[in-house]
């Protein structure tokens, strides 16, 4: 992937050093002006589960204490293990959930900065660095990183920065193996592997993206690689690459594989229903009526907060903008911009890593249909891009280019932020949630039953008290239950403090799980009687609190 073989002086002045920070800088303000206005997801909550409700797939004993491994089959707690010291400083909140990943984007456009600067120059990086910070897919998936992709992002990018700047410091220089240079060097080698290692154990589709850094840094940079193998760096990149993996590796030995025997099966998927999730999340539109609402329910009204008024003046200027340029980009540098890339081994490397990333995600049954799983391709269509549009001879072009995009990018934040203060949240992220939250920290001891999905784990993070949860969703969400559930029922109705959750009607998130509540209670001698509504910040009615009475 090394696209210059006179390994070129990378430092970078204060100056430039100040510009990168304030691209980062401006990404967080991005991100903090939408973090007030979503509640929490659950799955975007799903790392809190062993802080807050003890429970997890897998754990050893160290220290007579329970250590949680590994969060769900293929999720593990390196989330958790990094929200335990700020959960228990700051109470769960929407800036606390969210300020920590949103700073460890900015970090990965740092070291994507330096990563597309070591290996494609400093005007390739800069134009990286902005398509990647002005990305409305990126800055909303690592603000909501509900995914969860933060941590994989920051992980990819710093581990392949680590590995590519060994590669210049150690072996392109021609330090040999038992030069003291070499010694202090190694630690570079053995950071890149470790942060693959980890990504992995954070998540195991990273898989994903690994297989397509193998192939393509094969295909690409294979003569490199051979030329630098030592049994020395091989040893350091393999125990780097299993330490940082091992709470991944000891699951899988102590469970038999559990990851690969519950996902990993092959699909025969819908190629282009998946091609159009692609396509989505590169123009940035993947995330309306998802995230945000598309205005189709009452209640809609005008942004009340400063950064809703300004986009909304934006928006009364320049019109709807739910789509950027960056998808018609993309063809454009692959079609016609062929001349300019068809020798650059970072172009190269770029497209086969999108190719490979994405044709392994597809093929994995129930993957590759959504944006939290095509933007694992990130951040490497930028690169992309960028490295096309610096090989124009003319640096006006290239600016005039990298300023339509970057404000094509722009206004679709836009009017993300637009929707989200003027039609609110998309359900799944409804703000009722911390109205929910509040409301039942004062049921005191009550077991609290979810009927429905989205709900448990935000209340569990955001009440202000610790809850007795008992995960009901499974007992309501078909028609067709078997006998334990039925047991469960039988059990809920024989609670005298027993309080439901539920979605109002229109909310529901399983069509028919309030009436199943209704009739379950009917079939127990006892009827639904409503407590409390909570609304959302726009008036409409959300969440029930029930119980069944007499």
């Not at 350091?236 to 519950?262: D, M, N, Q, V, W």
């Not at 950027?324 to 692959?334: L, N, R, V």
């Not at 784990?457 to 009440?463: D, G, K, M, V």
């Amino acid at each position: 992937m090394e696209e210059r073989r006179d390994a070129p002086d990378t430092s970078i002045s204060f100056r430039a050093l100040c510009a990168v920070v304030g691209i980062c800088g401006a990404f967080v303000v991005a991100g903090l002006l939408f973090i007030p206005f979503a509640g929490i997801q659950d799955d975007e909550a799903l790392f809190s589960v062993p802080i807050y409700q003890d429970y997890f797939e897998f754990r050893i004993r160290a220290f007579h204490h329970p250590i949680p491994l590994m969060l769900m089959t293929y999720i593990g707690t390196l989330k958790t293990a990094i929200y335990w010291p700020i959960l228990k400083i700051f109470h769960g909140g929407a800036y606390s959930v969210r300020l920590p990943m949103l700073l460890l984007g900015a970090v990965t456009i740092f070291f994507f900065f330096r990563l597309a600067d070591t290996i494609g120059g400093r005007r390739v990086a800069w134009i990286a660095a902005v398509l990647l910070a002005s990305d409305p897919i990126f800055l909303l998936l690592d603000t909501f990183d509900w995914g969860p992709v933060a941590i994989e992002h920051f992980l990819l990018v710093t581990g392949i920065f680590a590995v590519v700047q060994y590669y210049r410091r150690c072996v392109q220089n021609g330090i040999q193996n038992g030069d003291q240079r070499s010694k202090t060097t190694h630690w570079l080698l053995a950071a890149g592997f470790f942060c693959l290692g980890l990504a992995l154990w954070n998540k195991a589709i990273f898989m994903w993206p690994l297989a397509g850094l193998a192939v393509a840094a094969g295909v690409v940079s294979h003569k490199e690689i051979l030329g630098s193998l030592r049994w020395r760096r091989i040893g350091i990149a393999t125990a780097a690459f299993i330490i940082g993996a091992s709470p991944f590796i000891l699951y899988h030995i102590r469970t038999h594989g559990a990851t690969f025997r519950a996902s990993g099966h092959i699909d025969n998927p819908d190629w282009n229903a998946k091609f159009v999730q692609v396509k989505i999340a590169l123009n940035g539109s993947a995330l309306f009526g998802y995230l945000v609402s598309n205005g189709t329910l009452p209640g809609s009204r005008p942004p009340q907060a400063a950064s809703g008024r300004v986009a909304s003046a934006i928006h009364d200027v320049l019109g709807d903008h739910i789509a950027s340029a960056s998808e018609s980009a993309i063809w454009i540098c692959i079609l016609l911009g062929a001349p300019l890339w068809w020798r650059s081994r970072t172009a190269w490397f770029c497209l086969i890593f999108c190719g490979v990333t994405w044709i392994v995600m597809v093929l994995t049954k129930g993957a590759g249909g959504s944006a939290h799983h095509v933007v694992l391709m990130w951040p490497f269509p930028q690169l992309f891009a960028a490295t096309v549009i610096a090989a124009l001879p003319s640096r006006t072009a290239i600016r005039g280019i990298v300023a339509f995009l970057a404000l094509m990018n722009l206004l679709v934040i836009n009017q993300y932020l637009l929707q989200i203060q003027r039609d609110g949240p998309g359900d799944v992220f409804t703000d009722a949630t911390f109205g929910l939250a509040d409301s039942l920290g004062s049921y005191g001891s009550a077991t609290i039953y979810p009927t429905d999905w989205g709900m448990q784990n935000p209340i569990a993070l955001l009440s202000p008290k610790p809850l007795k949860l008992d995960n009901a969703e499974g007992d309501f969400n078909h028609d067709d239950i078997d006998q334990p559930q039925r047991d469960h029922i039988a059990q809920m109705a024989a609670n005298p403090d027993a309080i439901f959750v539920g979605h109002a009607p229109g909310f529901e998130i399983y069509p028919g799980s309030r009436e199943r509540v209704a009739r379950a209670a009917e079939s127990a001698g006892l009827h639904v009687q409503i407590l409390q509504t909570i609304s959302d910040a726009h008036g409409r009615p959300v969440f029930e609190i029930i119980r069944w009475a007499h």
